[in-house]
């Protein structure tokens, strides 16, 4: 293995799993209605929709890459989806505990959300044409380097989620609850322009 790919890689790899995007804020804001266990679900789906996107994009780099029309218009998708969550976020009241069990987000909706997670598409795509042969050629080989990836994508979504728990209990009157649901749908509403304004 090449030593100095494998730095770069992971100079790749951990900012891009840390910083703000679709899956980290999201999990930021239900884990500041939820707390953290209940928001384990959610994070379970995005490691299996993130892992499957990423052999998919790992075998079929090339087609995405020669299909740029295909891609925008999955930009676009996913910037409406993540903008309609802001907006669910955003205007959710404080809730209380008979209603908290029908108002989570579970394992489905972090798969789906993988679908059209522009980040998470621009990600694999950057990760499999710079790095992609890290652990040589092969489907094998990108199954690795997606497998790396969640070594360091999971503690991300667990410490922003742990990161709303946190938050949950510092806004814990009704009042501030609203205002805190308002914020994180407005970040989240920040991460669905961003994604739609980038090339």
Known sequence: MDTDLLI?????????CFSPGPNNVLCAAHGSQHGLRATLPLIAGMAIGWS?????VGG?????????????????????YIAYLAFKVATA?????????????????GIV????????????????????????????AKALLVFLNLIFGLPAVISWAAFGTLLKSAFS???SAKN?????????????IWITLSH
Not at 52 to 56: A, D, R, S, Y
Not at 93 to 109: A, H, K, N
Not at 180 to 191: D, E, I, K, P, T
């Open 52 to 56: 499957t996107l990423g052999l998919f």
């Open 173 to 175: 009157s009704p009042e």
């Open 8 to 16: 770069a890689t992971l100079v790749f790899i951990i900012p891009m």
């Open 113 to 140: 959300l993988q679908v059209v997670n522009g980040k998470a598409w621009i990600h694999f795509l950057v990760l499999m044409t710079a790095f992609g042969s890290l652990f040589g050629t092969g489907l094998e």
């Open 60 to 80: 079929a780099t090339v087609f995405i890459e020669e299909n740029k029309s295909f891609f925008n218009l999955l930009r676009y998708l996913g910037a409406a």
């Open 180 to 192: 805190l649901n308002r914020v994180m749908g407005v970040s989240l509403f920040a991460v669905a």
């Open 93 to 109: 009241s404080p809730i209380s505990e008979e209603v908290q069990e029908s108002e989570r987000l579970g394992t489905i909706t």
